[in-house]
């Protein structure tokens, strides 16, 4: 009994392993407190444990711990802020929407604040805020990418194109 235990501990921890450094990063780059982000880390591998056998039997892991994790951002208090007020923004988060605004080439047309992109970035679909994270501000490969939305590489290279093209727009009208 001890050895198939001992064997989903290992292939548990080699999992948490490979993801826990974006999930962190993710917690971080929504605005979550560092201690914030690693209670939320601890909840996704606490829920994963519980749930570790089914989660195998899963097509997508990866994607159902992505969607854990954003469930668990989002029960730290993510959404709420008080209407009218700027956001608090933590020093990962300020670089993570530099290096976003970065690789997309969008400072070379516009001169952005960090708050304006933020905002035009929250405006965008679910999908296309998940792939600009993922892709852009924690330099993830579309392949990891893909995995952690259960989608195809040829999907998340179409959700990065549409995100850029709407970021432009709406930073291209803020700039006017």
């Known amino acids: 009994m001890a050895v198939p235990q001992r064997r989903d501990q290992l292939t548990?921890?080699?999992?948490?392993?490979?993801?826990?450094?974006?999930w962190l990063a993710a917690a971080l780059a929504c605005r979550l407190s560092?201690?914030?982000?690693?209670?939320?880390?601890?909840?996704?591998?606490?829920?994963?444990w519980g749930d570790?056998?089914?989660l195998l039997r899963e097509p997508a892991p990866a994607a159902?711990?992505?969607?854990?994790?954003?469930?668990?951002i989002a029960?730290?208090?993510l959404a709420a802020k008080a209407p009218g007020s700027p956001p608090d923004l933590q020093d990962q988060w300020r670089a993570a929407i530099r290096t976003a605004i970065h690789r997309m080439c969008l400072s070379r047309e516009f001169d952005p604040d960090?708050?304006?992109?933020?905002?035009a970035l929250l405006s965008l679909p679910e999908r296309q805020q998940d792939v600009i994270i993922l892709?852009?501000?924690?330099?993830?490969r579309d392949e990891t990418v893909a995995e952690y939305l259960d989608s195809t590489v040829?999907?998340?290279?179409?959700?990065?194109?549409?995100?850029?093209?709407?970021?432009?727009?709406k930073l291209a009208r803020r700039n006017v």
Do not use: I
Not at 34 to 48: I, M, P, S, T
Not at 154 to 169: G, I, M, N, P, Q
């Open 64 to 72: 159902s711990a992505w969607r854990v994790l954003k469930e668990e």
């Open 114 to 119: 960090v708050h304006g992109t933020y905002e």
């Open 135 to 140: 892709r852009y501000a924690l330099d993830l």
């Open 34 to 48: 560092e201690e914030q982000a690693h209670a939320v880390v601890d909840a996704v591998r606490d829920w994963l």
């Open 154 to 169: 040829v999907t998340v290279r179409s959700h990065a194109r549409h995100a850029t093209d709407r970021l432009k727009e």
């Open 12 to 22: 548990f921890d080699a999992f948490c392993e490979t993801h826990e450094q974006a």
């Open 52 to 54: 570790w056998q089914m």
């Open 75 to 77: 029960r730290a208090g």
